[in-house]
């Protein structure tokens, strides 16, 4: 299967859903690879999304975000992105174009208890912008690009790739 057929799952949500943790489960479990964008940018940058954040605002480093999402050329892998990723719609039009994209749905009250490093955590956060204010922006985004919804709250992450499989299985004949 070539990254064009849709060989690929894309892990979205909010900083704190668990996205690069469930991921690898994931991966393992379905026998694909495994990127974290995230950590792509930090390679490419030389720098932590925090120092990039600091350094270069919000608008800069959505770009910087989307121009590393617009280099997969990926087939066969879970990809983990970043919380923001949702900010740029030609950086998700290609992630749906490589496969099926998965929205890791956790309750704000969950977050806020799971980010207690908002400040150190290469969060990006519009100035003056709450974690509450962040959660409802995003969440509608996500909604929107999602091929599947998977409601995290209460369960584990081995409970959260069951789902997350048997949501992308095809229907039985």
């Given amino acids: 299967m070539t990254a064009a057929a849709g060989s690929n799952v894309t892990l979205i949500g909010m900083p704190g859903s668990g996205k690069s943790t469930i991921g690898v489960v994931l991966a393992k479990r379905m026998n694909l690879q495994f990127v974290d964008t995230d950590l792509i940018i930090q390679t490419t940058q030389q720098r ?29 892998h879970v990809i983990a992105t970043g919380g923001s990723v949702c900010y740029g719609s030609e950086g998700m039009a290609h992630l749906k174009s490589l496969g099926k994209v998965v929205f890791l749905k956790t309750s704000l009250q969950t977050l806020e208890k799971r980010l207690s490093n908002m400040a150190t955590r290469g969060i990006a956060l519009k100035p003056g ?30 409970r959260i790739s069951e789902q997350i499989e048997a949501g992308l299985a095809p229907p039985s004949p």
């Avoid at 932590?48 to 066969?76: N, P, R, W, Y």
């Avoid at 912008?129 to 999602?146: C, D, I, K, M, V």
């Fill in 48 to 76: 932590t999304l925090q120092q990039i954040m600091d350094a270069d605002g919000f608008d800069k480093f959505c770009q910087i975000e989307e121009s590393a999402v617009l280099t997969l050329d990926v087939d066969h």
């Fill in 129 to 158: 912008q709450t974690l509450e204010g962040l959660f409802h922006e995003r969440n509608a985004l996500y909604t929107q690009y999602a091929d599947l919804t998977i409601d995290c709250d209460g369960l584990n992450v081995e």
